[in-house]
């Protein structure tokens, strides 16, 4: 059955506190991975795509990358702005993960 | 150039009612997705429209029915609500592309309470 796994659930930062988020799948015949943001009481926000292992990219502070099993979300030197819930979600079928629950500390 | 639109923002339902749910997609796309997010969780695919026929549905009950119009807007129909249907209602909306679509954009959702 396909699944999108997302660690931890919450993550707390202290601010310029470097770490990453992960997203593991299991899904046949992945066609791309999505990173979303997703503020409290409102619609997610559009983050990356990524569609073939060994691919990265970045935004500002975030940098994702993708194997053929699992996802990452690098964050460097994080910002309080950048508390929010982080989802992954597989291009097939647009399953989601449960989220990881960023809080930067200033 | 306007992102997803849905309406309305917020809605108090009492429990056996019916609700309808709006979207207008992102200029471009032509293809409408459903979910739905309790709190604290990943959002649920409910289910998709592309050239106004529901293509892909996730597990949800027959009660959650949609449309799809000419222009690409979309709505979603709940029957028969029940107190556990209180939920945050998204809207996304891509562009189809082969066998699968492009990237969604997300409307801000619709906060739905039954009571």
């Known amino acids: 059955e396909d699944q999108v796994t997302q660690s931890p659930e919450a993550l707390r930062l202290q601010e310029g506190e470097s770490s990453s988020l992960n997203c593991s799948y299991t899904?046949?015949?992945?066609?791309?991975l999505f990173w979303y943001r997703q503020d409290p009481g409102k619609g997610p926000e559009f983050l990356f795509t990524?569609?073939?292992a060994g691919e990265e990219k970045e935004k500002e502070r975030l940098k994702a990358t993708l194997t053929k099993k699992e996802s990452f979300l690098h964050i460097t030197a994080p910002k309080p702005e950048d508390s929010a819930t982080y989802l992954c979600?597989?291009?097939?079928?647009?399953?989601f993960g449960s989220g990881t629950k960023l809080n930067v500390k200033p | 150039d306007a992102g997803v639109t849905q309406s309305p923002t917020h809605l108090i339902k009492t429990r056996g009612q019916q609700v309808t749910l709006r979207c207008s997609p992102k200029s471009g796309h032509d293809t409408v997705s459903w979910y739905q997010q309790a709190l604290g969780q990943g959002p649920q695919f409910i289910f998709q429209y592309y050239e106004e026929e529901e293509r892909q549905r996730g597990n949800f009950p027959d009660r959650f029915s949609g449309h799809q119009f000419p222009n690409y807007s979309s709505e979603l129909n709940v029957n028969a609500l029940l107190l556990g249907d209180s939920a945050l209602y998204l809207c996304a909306s891509s562009r189809r592309r082969g066998t699968g679509n492009t990237e969604a954009f997300f409307g801000q959702g619709t906060r739905l309470t039954v009571v």
């Open positions: 990524l569609y073939s």
């Open positions: 979600a597989v291009f097939n079928k647009f399953y």
């Open positions: 899904v046949s015949g992945l066609r791309g």
